[in-house]
């Protein structure tokens, strides 16, 4: 559900100060990672794509041919609490989208691709949290 949802994006998020550098994401192209949820979230920048498969990496979340390691991300997600009832269906979610954009031989597009991609069927499914829900945990802290 949405809680986990939530749980695992922050978790995910973790690792953008690290990748941002390195995918040279400037603090203008995005500014936090929690704002991928938000209505007018940009997918626009091919840095961003970059950032996200950095991000990906540091959780060892690949495979070497930059596509969704299966089993590493089903720990990954299984790592929060009530992962379990979220990891197949997200799972899922990506791996369809991955194939819609698997000829797109640049990793960073593709990659942002199939995170827009994966936000829609999100929201289509009722599973993206709202902003509301995400900056509640900052206030709560
Ligand atoms: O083909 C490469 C697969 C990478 C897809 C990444 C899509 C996810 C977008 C970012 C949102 C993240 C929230 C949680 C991610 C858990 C895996």
New binding site residues.
């Given amino acids: 559900d949405v809680y986990v949802m939530k749980d695992?994006?922050l978790g995910?998020g973790q690792a953008l100060e690290q990748c941002r550098e390195e995918s040279q994401l400037t603090e203008e192209k995005m500014e936090e990672f929690f704002h991928?949820w938000n209505d007018d979230f940009k997918f626009e920048h091919r840095e961003l794509g970059c950032a996200?498969?950095c991000m990906?990496r540091h959780f060892n979340?690949?495979t070497d041919s930059?596509?969704?390691h299966h089993e590493n991300?089903d720990k990954?997600?299984k790592s929060f609490p009530n992962g379990e009832i979220l990891s197949q269906k997200?799972i899922d979610m990506?791996h369809t989208?991955?194939k819609t954009f698997d000829s797109e031989p640049d990793h960073c597009w593709?990659?942002l691709r199939?995170?827009e991609c994966?936000?829609d069927a999100c929201n289509k499914s009722g599973l993206a949290p709202s902003m509301e829900l995400i900056l509640a945990e900052f206030i709560m802290e």
Avoid: D, H, P, Y
Wanted: a positive charge; charged letters at 15%.
């Fill in positions: 695992v994006t995910f991928f996200i498969q990906s979340l690949l930059s596509r969704m991300t990954f997600i997200m990506i989208c991955e593709r990659i199939v995170a994966f936000k």
